[in-house]
């Protein structure tokens, strides 16, 4: 057969050099697409085979090889060669597969793993079987029965981009014979490594021989293998009567050898063979092992059977129980050379999803149900076979996580328990971080960390020992033993319950990374563990025996050379972790290990990572980074430090993520057992105390670190031996007394404290560790007493988002050393003083609630703080501020201790440098009235009840108290007041019935009360969430309504499980949301878009039959009322007498010249006097902060100058709230976590944590041109702006100074800083962004409507609108005259989502004299006609109102000829004619009008108008046409109207007249829907709308 390929390939294919070699065009764009085909059906023995040239590395996976029996030369190639079908095998990485499906899962070399120059090749043999060959290798059999007649299948898939047919002829006996010689040569390399390929040394591993023996026989052959005797160590070549087809390749050799071996150790640890078959000692053939039993011995693949046990024995059957060894063995390989991989079983709990060829089980509908997730193996568990998942999805919603175990019961026959624990028999699970055998717990701490601690991506496993022991892993490391006896037949189960909503099955399918980890293995377990190990060294140098080198046992993608000072990542290229090396040896006190970073590579994000561990590396299996490692380890990472895997500070030195090739990193374990890291040999401070002695230094050349090289002269500055941070001021175990320091900042953390309390950072910082699945036992001291008139302040550096509650503070007289810390300090019953929440407590006994702060309301950056005066009262101060005074009466002159409780989503602590003597002027000070806010902590007048409510509600206490005296249901009661603006409304509960069902219901409506009947009875419905007359937004249960139709599931803490005593309020906040807050605590944004005039309103509903009013309103101070923001409705009907704004000189301030700071990201480069920044290469690492900071009310802005469509997203901005010049960049501003607010996308972000949705236009679609701004006002709100329109309040409380950040990302490569026409909001700078003029008529709302009407190009900046195009598609095929509309396209305006947002239009505006209300037609696209010269523009623009007509297609014609609306227009209801007599003027024309108008003197036409849309363009007024699309071919439903100007008074209001019973428009009342105007001249056609669906 010709060694050419087949002139049909795939479509990406070219082909050259006599159709010998294949090149895939275009490899850096595209990936598939390169199949080609032999010319010729292979012969069978002919390997046909391929030579790999070129290879890129922009992919992953890479060449893919086969045979198929589609002829190609009429085969529709798919894009790759697992697309084939109909009789196709294609071996896929290691995998095999047959039609596209998986039929092997572990088989012969890896082929991702081949490089440039390696040869592959794929042979049929003459019994039908497919080999694969990898460098002249056979890998053995890797599918059997294939038919004749087969195509050779090579894909250039992924990295591989060019092949080159070298050969097609069946393998040469010599070849083969060369092959084997070198295989053995190879092996005697490595005898130091105790790997025997053929025969054992003397004395040792007796019983490999069977294993030998058993592994020909499952090559497929039953013939009989001539048996090696003991004494030999090792044959010249293989004996020569093997047949081809039954030789063993090298890997699987290799694979059954070292497994062998690996189960010999183990069973040697667990006081069993596995193997079988002799034993290590010299006595080999008698079929013991020393004084430990022995399995009779296995051997040959012959029927028979023997009694003996020799290991060299040559009887036994491979599947006969009387070769134990060999049987065992069978099991520990068959993973291997079988098709037998676990996968979980078909059957399954009732959520379960399985995919992936049954490895991955995913939990359905995880926010809603949290168990029902049980899954097991498809096959019991074999001896010493490792059973491991990863974790690819958790939910932060529940507590308790993942379970895992296993179970004597077979999930054919199992009733599934909708959790494991649940079942009381033959079950043994690891839960948290104990363990629970049928049911009940038996071990209570099993391991270190608990399994509800673990994250995504970490790996899970288990193993069945052959003695019967279960051990469990966690990310590879071995906890021990969990269970001593367990049955013979377990099958392993995994309990998706709580959190964990999907895993998969891992399998390792690296057999160079396996047998380098045995060898390891080996290594560890030769004879002399137990005693003293020498330092590693590959040469040892006698001057210096100590020598620091890397350890040889490395990650798996790591490698050491240079005689072990050196690691590196040889494929750095093609993957980011794996890169873990440690040093040969402890570490010695006061010693520094430095190396210097050799090779970078600019693809990954993070970089090196540097620490210690108490870890032996000979006995370690090493993570995929060490940070995943959950015991005796400490590491610097980025620029914070973790201990076990958990963040103990997040701001320490300099990032090691910006380090570049050349730099150096150390560390160094001092005597007083404190660590401490340099970077290019400056020290950055102590970063952990209490470090054990003989600890290991541990290098993880993660991310952009690809090698690097250990220092030997190292000459570094000596660290300060009198560091305020460190523990020599006042040590954690030094004595506390009043006088323990002269310094004011020697308040520290006492080493006494709580049981899941961490004190780090030199007594400074306080943590609580395991914090998803501990919420107490977390209490914390002060070193030493308070003096009087002393602050002990601290900030809030962690919290998390899973429990109730969160941290409490206060002081105790009881010393540290005589207190027995409680779960929580509340529970101490003497002496001692707390604030939890809002409540003062004394002795664990509250005192008085609603002091003047909540601390669970506090957030992470904020500062809390204590102070006894000299009197005995304690003050509280939140960020500085005095709260007043919490009570009086502490004991005067007796010690007292601060007491910092890290309770529920508190997490972690530190001191501040504001600790220590204040102003002493709070010490005497009087109790005042302000210091007790008796009713509520907003100062003011308690809210109360209107008169108007449900028929079975009662109100006492004038108003303030409302009471159900019947039945479940009437009870629904208003707010007196409407709301103001972040006004809150808040009852707590007095009475609960518990015969009812249900609870209260809470919201905000739009129905005001005053307008009800004096008639309780007559005028509301009996529940809120029945209550459609006006727009009503309601909180019932957990569900979020509007209307009663649900608008959202799953919010907050549900109200049906509230009791006496809780509080429940609402408030509508500046951003147009609803929030509900539960006991103080803001359960979000429940609703969007809510209407401005609202009320607040609750249902006494079920369960709840009794509330009282705990808030007050708002006080407004005459002396300090606010200035309108920039977005505020300052603006009324009643304000029209004001001066525009035009008219007012706008008050200017020094304005600031703003450049971007020299400090930035990587990617970026600064030109133009650093005015403008681009992003020059990735698509990251391009943050950006302005040198100067934002003043008050001065708008920083700047345009994007390009985009790159290749990327996804686009850019982020924002503010930061300290000084950029110091600041470590991250990759993105996403993970900037302090003191940030960032608009991405159409969110805001405080932190990283989203605080606001749907605010503002998508930035992701802001194109080329687009001028974006932002703004502190007056408030410390942030505004943004997009092309001069402001969006409105974004956040809250930003601190000054801050500074303008910008993150190019993505898509958006370049901005620049817009300087000219610098001004102060409301100065000419901004005016002459705007269009026009603004006149009185035009401010309206304190918003100028520039949008709809002439604007500057500028502000309708999506000049590429698809929709906005495919309107003007159906306006051509109208065929409409071009003169009628305006020859200025800006004029013309897309109302469709993103546009409108893009722009920051208002739903609703004000227009005429006097205003009124109209509504944007979002959804439909306007455009402008040409006003007739004879009409009044300015008058009609400034004066008239404004409305829409829905009409036909039929009637545009004509009506645009009259140029206004008309009598006989054909529209469905807009020209009637109508009699004057009537009601109110007006009458229903009578039947058959419109055939004959009658006379006009007595009829006038009658047009019917909106104020909305939402009514003028129902199908019923502007019926739907169909058209095709001459661009998409796509067929279109298309709507016609106009907009119009109204004159006032000539028209009337009116009711709908469609019979709608629904609300058509939130702010327009259905009986105030319909205008109907008679005036021929009172209308002015200006816009023609169309809306597409």
Same mark, same amino acid.
């Given at each position: 057969?010709?060694?050419?390929?087949?002139?049909?390939s795939?479509?990406?294919?070219?082909?050259?050099?006599?159709?010998?070699?294949?090149?895939?065009?275009?490899?850096?764009?595209?990936?598939?697409h390169?199949?080609?085909?032999?010319?010729?059906?292979?012969?069978?023995?002919?390997?046909?085979?391929?030579?790999?040239?070129?290879k890129?590395?922009?992919w992953?996976?890479?060449?893919?090889?086969?045979?198929?029996?589609?002829?190609p030369?009429?085969?529709?190639?798919p894009?790759?060669?697992?697309?084939?079908?109909?009789?196709s095998?294609?071996?896929?990485?290691?995998?095999?597969?047959?039609?596209?499906r998986?039929?092997?899962?572990?088989?012969?070399?890896?082929?991702?793993?081949?490089?440039?120059?390696?040869?592959?090749?794929?042979?049929?043999?003459?019994?039908?079987?497919?080999?694969?060959?990898?460098?002249?290798?056979?890998?053995?059999?890797?599918?059997?029965?294939?038919?004749?007649?087969?195509?050779?299948?090579?894909?250039?898939?992924?990295k591989?981009?060019?092949?080159?047919?070298?050969?097609?002829?069946?393998?040469?006996?010599?070849?083969?014979?060369?092959?084997?010689?070198?295989?053995?040569?190879?092996?005697?390399?490595?005898e130091?490594e105790?790997?025997?390929?053929?025969?054992?040394?003397?004395?040792?591993?007796?019983?490999?021989?069977?294993?030998?023996?058993?592994?020909?026989?499952?090559?497929?052959?039953?013939?009989?293998?001539?048996?090696?005797?003991?004494?030999?160590?090792?044959?010249?070549?293989?004996?020569?009567?093997?047949?081809p087809?039954?030789?063993?390749?090298e890997?699987?050799?290799?694979?059954?050898?070292?497994?062998?071996?690996?189960?010999?150790y183990?069973?040697?640890?667990?006081?069993?063979?596995?193997?079988?078959?002799?034993?290590?000692?010299?006595?080999?053939?008698?079929g013991?092992?020393g004084?430990?039993?022995?399995?009779?011995?296995?051997?040959?693949?012959?029927?028979n059977?023997?009694?003996?046990?020799?290991g060299?024995?040559?009887?036994?059957?491979v599947?006969?129980p009387?070769?134990?060894?060999?049987a065992?063995?069978?099991?520990?390989?068959?993973?291997?050379?079988?098709?037998?991989?676990?996968?979980?079983?078909?059957?399954?709990?009732?959520?379960?999803?399985?995919?992936n060829?049954?490895?991955?089980?995913?939990?359905?509908r995880?926010?809603d149900?949290?168990n029902n997730?049980?899954v097991?193996?498809?096959?019991?568990?074999?001896?010493?076979?490792?059973?491991?998942?990863?974790?690819?999805?958790?939910?932060?919603?529940?507590?308790?996580?993942?379970?895992?175990?296993?179970?004597?019961?077979?999930p054919?026959?199992?009733?599934?328990?909708?959790?494991?624990?649940?079942?009381?028999?033959?079950?043994?699970?690891?839960?948290?971080?104990?363990?629970?055998?049928?049911?009940?717990?038996?071990?209570?701490?099993?391991?270190?960390?608990?399994?509800?601690?673990?994250?995504?991506?970490?790996?899970?496993?288990?193993?069945h020992?052959?003695?019967?022991?279960?051990?469990?892993?966690?990310?590879?490391?071995?906890?021990?033993?969990a269970?001593?006896?367990?049955?013979?037949?377990?099958?392993?189960?995994?309990?998706?319950?709580?959190?964990?909503?999907?895993?998969?099955?891992?399998?390792?399918?690296n057999?160079?990374?396996?047998?380098?980890r045995?060898?390891?293995?080996?290594?560890?377990?030769?004879?002399?563990?137990?005693?003293?190990?020498?330092?590693?060294?590959?040469?040892?140098?006698?001057?210096?025996?100590?020598?620091?080198?890397?350890?040889?046992?490395?990650?798996?993608k790591?490698?050491i050379?240079?005689?072990?000072?050196?690691?590196?990542?040889?494929? @750095?290229?093609d993957?980011?972790?794996h890169? /873990?090396? &440690?040093?040969?040896? %402890?570490?010695? =006190?006061? $010693?520094?290990?430095? *190396?210097?970073?050799?090779?970078?590579?600019?693809?990954?994000?993070?970089?090196?990572?540097?620490?210690?561990?108490?870890?032996?590396?000979?006995?370690?299996?090493?993570?995929s980074?060490m940070?995943?490692?959950?015991?005796?380890?400490?590491?610097?990472?980025?620029?914070?430090?973790?201990?076990?895997?958990?963040?103990?500070?997040?701001?320490?030195g300099?990032?090691?993520?910006?380090l570049?090739?050349g730099?150096?990193?150390?560390?160094?374990?001092?005597?007083?057992?404190?660590?401490?890291?340099?970077?290019?040999?400056?020290?950055?401070?102590p970063?952990?105390?209490?470090?054990?002695?003989?600890?290991?230094?541990?290098?993880?050349?993660?991310?952009?670190? @690809?090698?690097?090289?250990?220092?030997?002269? /190292?000459? &570094?500055?000596?660290? %300060?031996?009198? =560091?305020? $941070?460190?523990?020599? *001021?006042?040590s954690p175990?030094?004595?506390?007394?009043?006088?323990?320091?002269n310094?004011?900042?020697?308040l520290?953390f006492?080493?006494?404290?709580?049981?899941?309390?961490?004190?780090?950072?030199?007594?400074?910082?306080?943590?609580?560790?395991?914090?998803?699945?501990?919420?107490?036992?977390?209490?914390?001291?002060?070193?030493?007493?308070l003096?009087?008139?002393?602050?002990?302040?601290?900030?809030?550096?962690?919290?998390?988002?899973?429990?109730?509650?969160?941290?409490?503070?206060?002081?105790?007289?009881?010393r540290?050393?005589?207190?027995?810390?409680?779960?929580?300090?509340?529970?101490?019953?003497?002496?001692t003083?707390?604030l939890?929440?809002?409540a003062?407590?004394?002795?664990?006994?509250?005192?008085?609630?609603?002091y003047?702060?909540?601390?669970?309301?506090l957030?992470?950056?904020s500062?809390i703080?204590?102070?006894?005066?000299?009197?005995g009262?304690?003050?509280?101060?939140?960020?500085?501020?005095?709260?007043?005074?919490?009570?009086?009466?502490l004991?005067?002159?007796?010690?007292?201790y601060a007491?910092?409780?890290?309770?529920?989503?508190c997490?972690?602590v530190?001191?501040?440098?504001?600790?220590?003597?204040?102003?002493?002027?709070?010490?005497?000070?009087?109790?005042?009235?302000?210091?007790?806010p008796?009713h509520?902590?907003?100062?003011?007048?308690?809210?109360?009840?209107?008169?108007?409510?449900?028929?079975?509600?009662?109100?006492?206490?004038?108003?303030?108290?409302?009471?159900?005296?019947?039945?479940?249901?009437?009870?629904i009661?208003?707010?007196?007041k409407?709301?103001?603006?972040?006004?809150?409304?808040?009852?707590?509960?007095?009475?609960?019935?518990?015969?009812?069902?249900?609870?209260?219901?809470?919201?905000?409506?739009?129905?005001?009360?005053?307008?009800?009947?004096?008639?309780?009875?007559?005028?509301?419905?009996?529940?809120?969430?029945?209550?459609r007359?006006?727009?009503?937004?309601?909180?019932?249960?957990?569900?979020v309504?509007r209307?009663?139709?649900?608008?959202?599931?799953?919010?907050?803490?549900?109200?049906?499980?509230?009791?006496?005593?809780?509080?429940?309020?609402?408030?509508?906040?500046?951003?147009?949301?609803?929030?509900?807050?539960?006991?103080?605590?803001?359960?979000?944004?429940?609703?969007?878009?809510?209407?401005?005039?609202v009320?607040?309103?609750?249902?006494?509903?079920?369960?709840?039959?009794?509330?009282?009013?705990?808030?007050?309103?708002?006080?407004?101070?005459?002396?300090?009322?606010?200035?309108?923001?920039l977005?505020?409705?300052?603006?009324?009907?009643?304000?029209?007498?004001?001066?525009?704004?035009?008219?007012?000189?706008?008050?200017?301030?020094?304005n600031?010249?703003?450049?971007?700071?020299?400090n930035?990201?990587?990617?970026?480069?600064?030109?133009?006097?650093?005015l403008?920044?681009?992003?020059?290469?990735?698509?990251?690492?391009?943050?950006l902060?302005?040198?100067?900071?934002?003043?008050?009310?001065?708008?920083?802005?700047?345009?994007?100058?390009r985009?790159?469509?290749?990327?996804?997203?686009?850019?982020?901005?924002?503010?930061?709230?300290?000084?950029?010049?110091?600041?470590?960049?991250?990759?993105?501003?996403?993970?900037?976590?302090?003191?940030?607010?960032?608009l991405?996308?159409?969110?805001?972000?405080?932190?990283?944590?989203k605080?606001?949705?749907?605010?503002?236009?998508?930035?992701?679609?802001?194109?080329?041109?687009?001028?974006?701004?932002?703004?502190?006002?007056?408030?410390?709100?942030?505004?943004?702006?997009?092309?001069?329109?402001?969006?409105?309040?974004?956040?809250?409380?930003?601190?000054?100074?801050?500074?303008?950040?910008?993150?190019?990302?993505?898509?958006?490569?370049?901005?620049?800083?817009?300087?000219?026409?610098?001004?102060?909001?409301?100065?000419?700078g901004?005016?002459?962004?705007?269009?026009?003029?603004?006149?009185?008529?035009?401010?309206?709302?304190?918003i100028?409507?520039?949008?709809?009407?002439?604007?500057?190009?500028?502000?309708?900046?999506?000049?590429?609108?698809?929709?906005?195009?495919?309107?003007?598609?159906?306006?051509?095929?109208l065929?409409?005259?071009?003169?009628?509309?305006?020859?200025?396209?800006?004029?013309?305006?897309?109302?469709?989502e993103?546009c409108?947002?893009?722009?920051?239009?208002?739903?609703?505006?004000?227009?005429?004299?006097?205003?009124?209300?109209?509504?944007?037609?979002?959804?439909?696209?306007?455009?402008?006609?040409?006003?007739?010269?004879?009409?009044?523009v300015?008058?009609?623009?400034?004066q008239?109102?404004?409305?829409?007509?829905?009409?036909?297609?039929?009637?545009?014609?004509?009506?645009l000829?009259?140029?206004?609306?008309?009598?006989?227009?054909?529209?469905?209801?807009?020209?009637?004619?109508?009699?004057?007599?009537?009601?109110?003027?007006?009458?229903?024309?009578?039947?058959?009008?419109?055939?004959s108008?009658?006379d006009?003197?007595?009829?006038?036409?009658?047009?019917?108008?909106?104020?909305?849309?939402?009514?003028?363009?129902?199908?019923?007024?502007?019926?739907?046409?169909?058209?095709?699309?001459?661009?998409?071919h796509?067929?279109h439903?298309?709507?016609?109207?106009?907009?119009?100007?109204?004159?006032?008074?000539?028209?009337?209001?009116?009711?709908?007249?469609?019979?709608?019973?629904?609300?058509?428009?939130?702010?327009?009342?259905?009986?105030?829907?319909?205008?109907?105007?008679?005036?021929?001249?009172?209308?002015?056609?200006?816009?023609?709308l169309?809306?597409?669906?």
């Open positions: 057969m010709a060694a050419e390929l087949h002139p049909c795939g479509k990406l294919i070219g082909l050259s050099n006599s159709n010998r070699t294949a090149q895939r065009n275009q490899p850096v764009q595209e990936f598939n390169g199949l080609v085909l032999s010319r010729e059906p292979l012969k069978d023995r002919d390997v046909f085979t391929v030579r790999i040239d070129k890129v590395n922009s992953s996976g890479s060449i893919e090889i086969g045979v198929t029996s589609l002829d030369a009429g085969l529709d190639f894009s790759s060669a697992t697309g084939l079908k109909g009789g095998w294609i071996v896929s990485g290691c995998s095999v597969l047959r039609d596209g998986s039929v092997l899962e572990e088989y012969g070399r890896d082929l991702d793993q081949l490089s440039e120059g390696d040869r592959v090749g794929i042979q049929r043999s003459t019994h039908g079987d497919l080999h694969l060959w990898v460098n002249g290798q056979d890998c053995g059999a890797a599918a059997s029965g294939l038919p004749t007649g087969l195509w050779a299948v090579v894909d250039l898939y992924g591989c981009t060019q092949v080159t047919v070298v050969s097609c002829e069946p393998p040469s006996l010599a070849e083969r014979d060369t092959e084997r010689e070198t295989v053995e040569e190879r092996e005697q390399e490595d130091e105790e790997v025997v390929v053929c025969g054992v040394r003397e004395g040792e591993f007796g019983g490999l021989t069977s294993a030998v023996n058993l592994a020909a026989a499952t090559n497929g052959t039953l013939e009989e293998v001539p048996v090696l005797p003991p004494t030999h160590n090792r044959p010249d070549k293989f004996p020569n009567n093997l047949e087809e039954t030789v063993l390749t890997h699987q050799l290799f694979d059954v050898l070292n497994n062998a071996i690996v189960s010999l183990r069973s040697e640890d667990n006081g069993g063979g596995d193997l079988g078959g002799g034993g290590i000692g010299r006595d080999s053939g008698t013991s092992r004084d430990r039993g022995s399995s009779s011995g296995g051997g040959s693949v012959n029927g059977s023997s009694d003996s046990g020799g060299t024995g040559n009887t036994g059957s599947n006969s009387a070769g134990g060894g060999g065992r063995l069978g099991a520990v390989t068959g993973g291997m050379l079988t098709n037998d991989a676990l996968l979980f079983h078909e059957k399954c709990g009732t959520l379960i999803k399985l995919s060829n049954n490895k991955t089980a995913e939990r359905r995880p926010l149900e949290f997730g049980v097991m193996t498809n096959r019991p568990l074999r001896h010493n076979e490792m059973f491991e998942i990863r974790i690819d999805k958790l939910v932060d919603k529940w507590s308790g996580s993942i379970e895992i175990g296993v179970t004597t019961h077979n054919n026959n199992l009733d599934y328990p909708a959790t494991m624990t649940n079942l009381r028999s033959g079950t043994i699970m690891m839960s948290g971080c104990g363990i629970l055998t049928n049911g009940k717990g038996t071990r209570r701490e099993y391991c270190e960390f608990s399994l509800d601690e673990l994250q995504e991506g970490d790996h899970i496993g288990l193993m020992k052959a003695s019967g022991a279960l051990h469990f892993y966690i990310n590879g490391i071995d906890q021990g033993v269970a001593a006896q367990t049955p013979a037949v377990v099958y392993a189960v995994v309990d998706l319950y709580g959190m964990a909503v999907k895993v998969t099955i891992v399998h390792n399918h057999h160079s990374d396996r047998l380098r045995n060898n390891a293995i080996m290594r560890a377990l030769s004879p002399d563990v137990g005693r003293p190990r020498p330092a590693h060294s590959l040469t040892p140098d006698p001057d210096t025996p100590d020598r620091l080198l890397f350890h040889s046992n490395c990650g798996q790591a490698a050379i240079s005689e072990g000072r050196t690691a590196l990542r040889p494929h @750095a290229t993957d980011f972790n890169g /873990v090396v &440690l040093s040969g040896r %402890p570490l010695h =006190s006061n $010693e520094v290990f430095q *190396v210097r970073i050799d090779k970078m590579v600019d693809k990954w994000a993070g970089s090196i990572e540097i620490g210690v561990t108490t870890h032996n590396p000979a006995y370690l299996q090493l993570p980074t940070t995943n490692l959950r015991s005796g380890t400490w590491m610097m990472t980025g620029n914070g430090v973790m201990h076990n895997g958990t963040t103990i500070l997040d701001e320490y300099h990032n090691l993520d910006r570049k090739a730099d150096t990193v150390g560390v160094v374990r001092k005597e007083d057992g404190s660590l401490h890291f340099f970077v290019n040999g400056v020290a950055q401070g970063a952990a105390w209490n470090v054990p002695p003989s600890v290991y230094a541990v290098v993880d050349l993660y991310g952009q670190a @690809a090698q690097a090289t250990i220092m030997d002269d /190292v000459d &570094l500055p000596p660290l %300060p031996e009198d =560091s305020s $941070e460190g523990p020599t *001021v006042m175990s030094s004595p506390c007394s009043v006088a323990g320091g310094s004011a900042n020697d520290r006492h080493q006494l404290h709580g049981t899941n309390a961490v004190i780090t950072n030199g007594g400074r910082t306080a943590l609580r560790q395991n914090c998803r699945s501990e919420f107490n036992d977390a209490i914390v001291i002060s070193n030493r007493c003096r009087d008139g002393e602050l002990f302040e601290i900030v809030i550096q962690k919290m998390v988002d899973r429990w109730s509650g969160s941290i409490e503070a206060g002081v105790t007289a009881i540290p050393e005589e207190l027995e810390f409680p779960n929580t300090m509340t529970d101490i019953d003497y002496d003083w707390m939890s929440g809002t003062i407590m004394q002795d664990g006994n509250t005192m008085r609630n609603n003047g702060c909540d601390l669970d309301t957030t992470t950056g500062r703080g204590m102070m006894r005066s000299a009197t009262d304690l003050h509280y101060y939140i960020n500085g501020v005095d709260q007043g005074v919490a009570c009086t009466g004991p005067p002159g007796k010690e007292v007491v910092i409780d890290l309770y529920g989503q997490v972690q530190s001191i501040t440098s504001s600790s220590g003597p204040q102003d002493n002027s709070l010490c005497t000070s009087n109790i005042t009235e302000r210091s007790f008796i509520s902590p907003v100062a003011g007048v308690a809210h109360r009840l209107h008169s108007k409510h449900g028929k079975n509600v009662v109100l006492l206490g004038e108003g303030c108290q409302a009471v159900r005296v019947g039945g479940y249901a009437h009870g009661v208003f707010s007196a409407e709301l103001k603006t972040d006004e809150l409304f808040e009852v707590k509960i007095d009475e609960v019935d518990d015969q009812w069902s249900g609870s209260l219901h809470m919201g905000l409506t739009t129905l005001a009360p005053p307008e009800l009947p004096s008639c309780p009875m007559s005028g509301l419905s009996p529940t809120l969430t029945q209550l007359s006006k727009v009503t937004w309601l909180l019932a249960g957990s569900e309504r209307n009663g139709l649900l608008q959202r599931q799953n919010y907050g803490a549900s109200l049906d499980r509230l009791t006496v005593g809780n509080r429940v309020g609402v408030k509508r906040c500046s951003d147009d949301t609803m929030h509900v807050l539960i006991d103080g605590e803001d359960m979000g944004p429940a609703a969007t878009a809510v209407a401005k005039n009320y607040a309103v609750l249902d006494l509903y079920g369960r709840v039959t009794a509330v009282s009013i705990v808030s007050s309103s708002v006080l407004e101070d005459a002396g300090s009322v606010k200035a309108p923001s977005s505020s409705d300052s603006c009324s009907e009643g304000e029209e007498d004001r001066m525009p704004v035009e008219g007012g000189e706008p008050a200017l301030v020094p600031t010249v703003m450049a971007f700071l020299e930035h990201g990587k990617n970026i480069q600064l030109s133009h006097e650093n403008t920044a681009a992003r020059v290469s990735s698509y990251n690492q391009g943050l902060v302005t040198a100067q900071p934002l003043p008050r009310q001065q708008l920083f802005q700047f345009q994007i100058d985009l790159n469509a290749s990327w996804t997203s686009s850019l982020s901005l924002g503010v930061i709230g300290h000084s950029p010049d110091r600041l470590n960049f991250p990759s993105t501003a996403c993970c900037l976590k302090r003191s940030v607010w960032l991405q996308r159409d969110s805001v972000f405080h932190n990283s944590l605080i606001c949705e749907n605010y503002g236009p998508n930035l992701d679609t802001c194109p080329e041109g687009t001028v974006l701004g932002l703004l502190v006002d007056g408030n410390s709100c942030l505004h943004l702006y997009v092309n001069g329109m402001d969006q409105g309040v974004a956040a809250q409380d930003i601190p000054t100074p801050c500074y303008p950040l910008i993150d190019l990302y993505g898509q958006c490569e370049q901005v620049t800083i817009v300087t000219n026409n610098v001004a102060t909001v409301g100065g000419e901004i005016k002459a962004r705007c269009q026009g003029d603004m006149e009185k008529a035009d401010m309206v709302d304190g100028k409507e520039s949008v709809c009407w002439m604007p500057h190009p500028e502000v309708n900046p999506n000049k590429t609108c698809e929709y906005q195009a495919l309107c003007s598609r159906f306006k051509d095929l065929t409409l005259p071009d003169g009628y509309f305006n020859e200025d396209a800006k004029y013309n305006l897309c109302y469709c993103s409108h947002k893009l722009r920051g239009d208002e739903s609703y505006y004000k227009r005429g004299e006097p205003p009124r209300d109209y509504a944007l037609p979002f959804g439909w696209c306007r455009f402008a006609l040409r006003i007739k010269p004879h009409c009044d300015s008058n009609s623009f400034k008239w109102h404004i409305a829409y007509h829905g009409t036909s297609v039929g009637a545009l014609r004509r009506t000829d009259h140029a206004q609306l008309l009598s006989g227009t054909s529209s469905i209801f807009s020209v009637s004619p109508v009699k004057m007599e009537g009601p109110n003027g007006y009458s229903e024309p009578e039947e058959n009008s419109s055939n108008l009658p006009r003197d007595r009829e006038v036409p009658r047009v019917q108008l909106s104020p909305t849309m939402r009514y003028s363009g129902l199908e019923m007024f502007a019926p739907k046409v169909q058209f095709r699309d001459p661009r998409s796509c067929c439903q298309a709507q016609v109207g106009f907009q119009v100007c109204v004159r006032p008074g000539s028209y009337k209001v009116g009711p709908q007249t469609l019979g709608a019973i629904e609300p058509l428009d939130p702010r327009f009342s259905n009986t105030e829907i319909e205008w109907i105007t008679k005036d021929q001249g009172g209308t002015l056609l200006y816009g023609l169309i809306r597409v669906e």
